[in-house]
């Protein structure tokens, strides 16, 4: 695999994977903005807009725009997080040229007034729907609850009053500040021929507007201890979530950070699951590690029968007490690397798993590692960094968030 | 890719897929059997037999098969369907051998009382939990409507009931019965030495247990129009599935009836597509082909408010007489074609696919397809196929299942 980088004129950046025994070949349009970039007044509306820019442009109406995807049997979607909003598209390589010509079109999108209405009930059905999700809701709220006045606690849908309120204009004018060249990143990985697709996406992208899109408040976060019940009666489960910080996205403590949640908190094999779930006393239990720009967070979760909750979250910080103050064995570090690496290997297989990691590696870090750099950074964490990284980083001060048919905790 | 396969003293077959160019190796037991195969007595014996599986073994207890698995870094999985247990691992092709014998060793498990009493609460924990996803709930209860009588409508969890009166004395029954060597597939793809893996296989499994293991009522299911409302006030939407009668696993008009359902429901650019979610009128709205043995179904699904489910059932009685009458185009065809063959082309990026495919295949049909194979029978579907599989398998008698807010349909 070789990479390959190139800017355009008006600041695009344009990052390239070559692996030229692939079978597929895959493209991302990766803009760095989402919900922590929303005022309270525009909540929901990166999400909003990804949809948005499957409605149509001056030159494909939408039902154009998906019958191209298809008639190229495209595997194609978008996301949207905190932090970015992600337009993807993976092809057979004879399919490069048109893949590149619709996802450059769509990023143009006409935002038509009667289109926005019409969506803006999908989005609210969404909404709805993310609502029946016990996991997603706790999810949500954990989230804000943490983050409480950092941007980052900005829900990435919205709620139905901040999508009912939100006119065409004020979209309109997110856009024209957000989606500008130097704000976007465009990732291609697999089966291509890098000059060629620089000329292609040149073609296209090569007059959108210049603009400067800058984030507010990359700080730190700082530990929140707080405690919060959301009783829904009619659950059968509750759905607990504890949050702490972390390190950042660019921060060189993220392996240790992440190697940690695995050996905690891994769905296999790790403390939690000695603990709460190979017993039966939870349903499911894990930690994960989330990074982002400035600041980072542990997401411990469980599900459980409600009369079992107290119990587990005591378990819980009793395990998070002892890894803070005896830290993990030689052993422990040593399988949560054999993990990771075999994670990485096999992400590494297909275009699209190179793809999304090129394109967010770029976004974040205005790096490229290729997969045996990440191997290496990985296989370099020692015990002094993890213990370097619950220094830096203690679980002394929790946020707890619990949704389900409880009343209360203690 | 070069396949072989190799069929050991006992009747266990082992087939292999190799691709020498593969970063990594998947190995997959195949054991024939799952919630059909079950009396009432023993409804969910199958998936908390799965469960057991990974309890230990006289050689390994429950800690050691969880750490010798991390140590290898191994992606290991199970699941438990209608008509199959599988378990399977993802691995760096030097540690094909730990792989196997992990596998093998777990397939002869020693199914404790302990821990059977201990992994009944997981299970009737997982039982609650399903409870909680309106649309598992819905999923479940649709099948069971559809299915009648037949044994495929039977529950893979089970009940909270059936699974608490469960003893490990029945499952100690359903194990003797059904995990002998000729009822189980042992699949390989990726980067393997073939000889070497048949050494390995046969020494660990060459001395199982000879038995047949037969599958009773594998015909083909009739239509039942049906109609059954689940009212749960709670839930913000309506979740409402449609099923009809489809060809079997066996059955040369399967991909005929895989491409109609595509062109009807496909997530994206399908007839329900635009009929449904593009408009906003509902959440998601897809059709799906299920080949089992001996017969198939379509299932039709949706989620949307509450009060469009009358209008958008009408709707999708509406399309599907159409397609009845009238068929499909040329070129829907042509588009469901060409996403076809890119979704079996990027399917076959990682050996865990193809072991799935692989495995899969010759559980079924005793038949081994390669990627140009599979892509040909799909290529070769005809209008005039898809008029045969609309004339045997008309969409006129539905089984309807609504769960949600809504009191009753008309």
Redesign the interface.
């Known amino acids: 695999m070789s990479f390959q980088k190139h800017v355009l004129s008006n600041g695009l950046t344009i990052v390239g994977e070559l692996s030229p ?4 070949v895959a493209v991302g349009f990766f803009v760095k903005t989402g919900a922590r970039d929303e005022t309270p007044d525009e909540s929901g509306v990166s999400h909003f807009l990804e949809h948005m820019v499957f409605k149509g442009t001056p030159h494909r109406t ?2 154009e725009v ?2 191209d ?8 979607n978008a996301f949207t997080s905190e932090e970015n909003t992600v337009f993807y598209a ?3 390589p004879e399919y490069l040229p048109q893949a590149v010509d619709i996802l450059a079109d769509i990023l143009r999108p006409s935002l038509r007034g009667d289109d926005f209405n ?5 989005i609210i ?2 909404i ?2 993310y ?4 996991m997603w809701c706790a999810y949500d709220n954990a989230k804000k609850a943490f983050f409480a006045d950092h941007p980052l606690g900005n829900s990435i849908l919205g709620t139905k009053e901040s999508v009912t309120a939100l006119t065409r204009e004020q979209m309109q004018g997110y856009y024209d500040r957000r989606y500008v060249a130097p704000n976007i990143t465009v990732a291609v990985a697999g089966n291509f021929v890098w000059d060629d697709a620089v000329k292609l996406i040149d073609k296209q992208c090569g007059h959108w507007p210049v603009g400067t899109a800058p984030r507010a408040k990359v700080t730190p976060v700082a530990p929140r201890k707080y405690q919060q019940v959301m009783t ?1 009666e ?4 509750e759905q607990v979530f504890l949050l702490a910080p972390a390190p950042a996205a660019d921060s060189p403590e993220r392996y240790a950070a992440d190697a940690l949640a695995m050996i905690i908190g891994d769905d ?2 790790s403390r939690l ?2 603990a709460l ?8 239990a894990d930690m994960s590690f989330h990074d982002y720009e400035g600041t980072g967070s542990y997401f411990t979760s469980f ?3 409600p009369d079992n909750t107290q119990e587990i979250l005591a378990l819980i910080k009793e395990i998070l007490r002892e890894v803070q103050s005896e830290g993990v064995s030689d052993e422990e570090l ?2 949560a690397k ?6 990485v ?2 992400g ?5 798993g190179r793809m999304q990691a090129v394109g967010m590696g770029w976004t974040y870090l205005k790096t490229y590692r290729s997969v045996d750099e990440e191997l290496a950074n990985f296989d370099a964490v020692s015990l002094k960094n993890i213990r370097d990284v619950l220094d830096r980083y203690p679980f002394d001060e929790l946020t707890v968030l619990a949704l389900g048919p409880l009343a209360k905790l203690e």
Do not use: H, T
Not at 234 to 237: A, R, S, T, Y
Not at 338 to 343: A, E, F, T, W
């Open positions: 025994s692939a079978k597929s939408a039902l998906n019958f995807f298809d008639r190229i049997g495209a595997s194609y993976a092809i057979l019409m969506e803006k009930n999908v059905e969404e709805g729907m609502d029946d999700q016990p829904k009619k659950l059968k489960q296999s094999g699951y000695w779930v190979d017993p039966g006393l939870a349903e499911s599900s459980c029968e040593a399988v054999s993990k990771i690496l075999s994670r290997v096999r590494s297989e297909r275009p699209m």
